[in-house]
C-alpha cells in the first residue's frame, strides 16, 4: 500500500478531489448524529463549489490530501482563523480546521501521514488547535499525538454540536 500526502490547490482537478471528499467524509461524520434535512443543508452551505473555491484562494488556508495507491482518502484544512482556545491566546497558532478520512480506509498509516503532514507544516507555530465535536472517534488518536483536552467548552461551527478543543503544543509555545 501506498500512502501519500500532499498539498492541494485550486486546479480543476484540485477542486474536485476537495469537493468530492468533503461531501462525502461530512455525510459519514454527521450522518448519525444529525437529522438529514439538517446535515444537507449543511453541506450545502459548506461545500459547495463556490465556497470550496473561496476557502481553497484564501491564503489563511492550506489544504492537504493523503493518497492511497493514488486514491484520495482523506484531508485536512489547516487556517490561522477560528476562536482560539484561552491557553493559546496570545501565542501564534494554526487551526486544522478540519481533518478526516474515508471509513474505507481504517489503516492507522493513513491517519498518522496526514496528521504528521499537518504537524510538520505548522512546526513554526507555539501551538496547533483543533475544535471538534466531542464524539469524534479521532479524538483518541489526537490525544495519542501529544494534543491536550482543554476545560473549556465550545460549539462546532454552525452545528448545534457540543464540541472540545484540543491543543498540541510545538517545543517554542509551552506553557
Given at each position: 500500500?501506498?500512502?501519500?500526502?500532499?498539498?492541494?490547490?485550486?486546479?480543476?482537478?484540485?477542486?474536485?478531489v476537495i469537493l468530492s471528499l468533503t461531501r462525502e467524509l461530512a455525510k459519514e461524520k454527521f450522518s448519525s448524529i444529525l437529522e438529514q434535512k439538517i446535515l444537507e443543508e449543511y453541506i450545502d452551505k459548506h461545500f459547495?463549489?463556490?465556497?470550496?473555491?473561496?476557502?481553497?484562494?484564501?491564503?489563511?488556508?492550506?489544504?492537504?490530501?493523503?493518497?492511497?495507491?493514488?486514491?484520495?482518502?482523506?484531508?485536512?484544512?489547516?487556517?490561522?482563523?477560528?476562536?482560539?482556545?484561552?491557553?493559546?491566546?496570545?501565542?501564534?497558532?494554526?487551526?486544522?480546521?478540519?481533518?478526516?478520512?474515508?471509513?474505507?480506509?481504517?489503516?492507522?498509516?493513513?491517519?498518522?501521514?496526514?496528521?504528521?503532514?499537518?504537524?510538520?507544516?505548522?512546526?513554526?507555530?507555539?501551538?496547533?488547535?483543533?475544535?471538534?465535536?466531542?464524539?469524534?472517534?479521532?479524538?483518541?488518536?489526537?490525544?495519542?499525538?501529544?494534543?491536550?483536552?482543554?476545560?473549556?467548552?465550545?460549539?462546532?461551527?454552525?452545528?448545534?454540536?457540543?464540541?472540545?478543543?484540543?491543543?498540541?503544543?510545538?517545543?517554542?509555545?509551552?506553557?
Amino acid at each position: 500500500m501506498d500512502i501519500i500526502t500532499k498539498f492541494i490547490i485550486a486546479t480543476d482537478e484540485g477542486k474536485g478531489v476537495i469537493l468530492s471528499l468533503t461531501r462525502e467524509l461530512a455525510k459519514e461524520k454527521f450522518s448519525s448524529i444529525l437529522e438529514q434535512k439538517i446535515l444537507e443543508e449543511y453541506i450545502d452551505k459548506h461545500f459547495n463549489k463556490k465556497q470550496l473555491v473561496a476557502e481553497m484562494n484564501d491564503l489563511s488556508n492550506q489544504w492537504l490530501v493523503v493518497y492511497v495507491d493514488n486514491n484520495p482518502a482523506g484531508y485536512a484544512k489547516i487556517t490561522s482563523k477560528g476562536e482560539k482556545p484561552r491557553s493559546l491566546e496570545n501565542k501564534r497558532a494554526a487551526r486544522i480546521a478540519d481533518l478526516a478520512i474515508l471509513t474505507k480506509y481504517p489503516e492507522v498509516e493513513v491517519k498518522h501521514s496526514l496528521l504528521d503532514k499537518c504537524l510538520l507544516v505548522c512546526k513554526h507555530h507555539e501551538g496547533i488547535w483543533i475544535n471538534e465535536y466531542a464524539a469524534n472517534p479521532l479524538i483518541d488518536f489526537f490525544e495519542s499525538k501529544g494534543f491536550e483536552r482543554q476545560p473549556e467548552a465550545s460549539r462546532l461551527d454552525d452545528l448545534a454540536l457540543p464540541s472540545v478543543y484540543l491543543v498540541y503544543f510545538n517545543d517554542t509555545g509551552k506553557k
